[in-house]
């Protein structure tokens, strides 16, 4: 009766049924910024009662004032967009899915990278699109591997990139970048690059705050949103923006203003709005990265004093990889943390992590729950290496 786009089995794993049985205290997997105590102008959401906001007259790539004030705020990257490239949506999400029917027949696939944000497998399959893993090596710095890419599928219509990861933090090479441009041109792969993290950079690298809405040479789809760049998820709005060679970006933005009109998704109050909560929501990007730079200090600061355990660099974002040994399996070490310690992180096989070892921690806590948890981590780390 239902199609396979969406997956059959859908009770919950044991770690979600652990945290449903008891919430935990000290919870280092938070990625709603809105629920850490970041501190947000109380007049921020104001705009949004707009009386324009009164009449309905959409645009399906979004209010030109809206799209203006999108193109302006790449100006802080360095990046000038033309506001007719760009087209808005309701989230990020929402973009691949709208990306992915604009450039994949059903049964045709995008490459993926791997370890990344768990739900590209869901959005490609739920769009009947084939996601197909690419591997970036911890061991090389998590850089792309452009001669496994070249042995892609013919099938294949986009690569996904996400600049930084999610969540080993790590930024495109620029050598990597090049390399990318060249065999997408020359297979005729769009680039899809996820920028909701750019804004955040803690340890940089190569390719930090440099935004692939500059790419000219292959057609390329820049994707930010509210969502992580002033921390506003509930408004649901985010962006696409298209450059590359002339005729093909015109012919693409066309397409996706076709796909765009028969949602109309983006509410007009917040397109409206726009201009002053990229303005305003400059604080909050500014109180979160604050945080993220905070609780990295202070979890280097604690594992420092447990050589078995590497935190590895995060170039930018909310999140951090932990390298622990791997006496128990992840799962069970995770489910020891919930139980025994009532702390909450995510194992790295939900990121695709290869083998077992790896934990991921969220940067978004409050400094004390985050503080407190890290310490009962390690804790428990030492305490299963003294009995192994
Ligand atoms: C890499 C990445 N892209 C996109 C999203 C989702 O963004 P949005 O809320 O705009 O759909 C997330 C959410 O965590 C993410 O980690």
Redesign the pocket.
């Given at each position: 009766m239902f199609s396979r786009r969406v997956p059959s089995e859908l009770s919950p794993n044991r770690i979600a049924s652990a945290r449903a049985a008891a919430a935990p205290r000290f919870d280092l997997t938070v990625?709603n910024p809105t629920a850490c105590g970041i501190a947000y102008p109380p007049g921020l959401l104001a705009p949004l009662a707009e009386p324009a906001g009164l009449e309905y007259r959409p645009h399906p790539r979004g209010l030109p004032v809206a799209r203006e004030a999108v193109a302006r705020d790449y100006l802080r990257h360095g990046v000038t967009v033309d506001p007719g490239r760009i087209v808005l949506t309701a989230?990020?999400?929402?973009a691949y899915t709208f990306l992915f029917k604009l450039l994949a027949d059903p049964g045709e696939a995008v490459l993926v990278p791997t370890p990344?944000?768990p739900?590209f497998e869901h959005l490609a399959r739920i769009e009947g699109v084939r996601a197909i893993p690419y591997y970036l090596g911890r061991d090389a710095d998590w850089r792309l591997d452009p001669e496994a890419l070249a042995r892609a599928p013919g099938d294949v219509r986009a690569v996904v990139l996400?600049h930084p990861n999610?969540p080993t933090g790590s930024f495109v090479h620029p050598d990597d970048r090049e390399a990318l441009c060249v065999l997408a041109a020359d297979r005729g792969w769009a680039l899809i690059a996820?920028e909701?993290?750019l804004d955040y950079p803690l340890d940089g690298g190569p390719g930090a705050d440099c935004s692939f809405a500059i790419n000219q040479t292959v057609l390329t789809f820049t994707m930010g949103?509210l969502?992580?760049s002033v921390g506003l998820?509930q408004l649901k709005l985010?962006w696409i923006v298209a450059t590359g060679p002339g005729e093909r970006v015109l012919a693409a933005l066309d397409r996706l203003e076709f796909v765009a009109d028969t949602f109309l998704s983006v509410a007009t109050p917040v397109q409206l709005a726009l201009p002053t909560l990229l303005r305003e929501g400059a604080a909050v990007r500014e109180a979160i990265l604050a945080r993220c730079r905070a609780n990295l200090a202070t979890l280097r600061r604690a594992a420092a004093n447990l050589p078995a355990v590497s935190v590895l660099s995060p170039g930018g974002g909310w999140s951090v990889v932990l390298r622990v040994p791997a006496i128990v399996g992840e799962e069970d070490m995770v489910l020891e943390l919930l139980h025994e310690d009532s702390v909450a992180v995510h194992p790295g096989y939900f990121f695709d992590f290869p083998g077992e070892g790896t934990l991921v921690l969220s940067l978004l806590p409050d400094p004390d729950t985050f503080a407190e948890g890290v310490r009962r981590v390690l804790l428990r780390i030492a305490t299963n290496l003294a009995r192994s």
């Amino acid at each position: 009766m239902f199609s396979r786009r969406v997956p059959s089995e859908l009770s919950p794993n044991r770690i979600a049924s652990a945290r449903a049985a008891a919430a935990p205290r000290f919870d280092l997997t938070v990625s709603n910024p809105t629920a850490c105590g970041i501190a947000y102008p109380p007049g921020l959401l104001a705009p949004l009662a707009e009386p324009a906001g009164l009449e309905y007259r959409p645009h399906p790539r979004g209010l030109p004032v809206a799209r203006e004030a999108v193109a302006r705020d790449y100006l802080r990257h360095g990046v000038t967009v033309d506001p007719g490239r760009i087209v808005l949506t309701a989230s990020t999400s929402e973009a691949y899915t709208f990306l992915f029917k604009l450039l994949a027949d059903p049964g045709e696939a995008v490459l993926v990278p791997t370890p990344s944000y768990p739900l590209f497998e869901h959005l490609a399959r739920i769009e009947g699109v084939r996601a197909i893993p690419y591997y970036l090596g911890r061991d090389a710095d998590w850089r792309l591997d452009p001669e496994a890419l070249a042995r892609a599928p013919g099938d294949v219509r986009a690569v996904v990139l996400v600049h930084p990861n999610n969540p080993t933090g790590s930024f495109v090479h620029p050598d990597d970048r090049e390399a990318l441009c060249v065999l997408a041109a020359d297979r005729g792969w769009a680039l899809i690059a996820d920028e909701v993290f750019l804004d955040y950079p803690l340890d940089g690298g190569p390719g930090a705050d440099c935004s692939f809405a500059i790419n000219q040479t292959v057609l390329t789809f820049t994707m930010g949103g509210l969502s992580k760049s002033v921390g506003l998820p509930q408004l649901k709005l985010a962006w696409i923006v298209a450059t590359g060679p002339g005729e093909r970006v015109l012919a693409a933005l066309d397409r996706l203003e076709f796909v765009a009109d028969t949602f109309l998704s983006v509410a007009t109050p917040v397109q409206l709005a726009l201009p002053t909560l990229l303005r305003e929501g400059a604080a909050v990007r500014e109180a979160i990265l604050a945080r993220c730079r905070a609780n990295l200090a202070t979890l280097r600061r604690a594992a420092a004093n447990l050589p078995a355990v590497s935190v590895l660099s995060p170039g930018g974002g909310w999140s951090v990889v932990l390298r622990v040994p791997a006496i128990v399996g992840e799962e069970d070490m995770v489910l020891e943390l919930l139980h025994e310690d009532s702390v909450a992180v995510h194992p790295g096989y939900f990121f695709d992590f290869p083998g077992e070892g790896t934990l991921v921690l969220s940067l978004l806590p409050d400094p004390d729950t985050f503080a407190e948890g890290v310490r009962r981590v390690l804790l428990r780390i030492a305490t299963n290496l003294a009995r192994s």
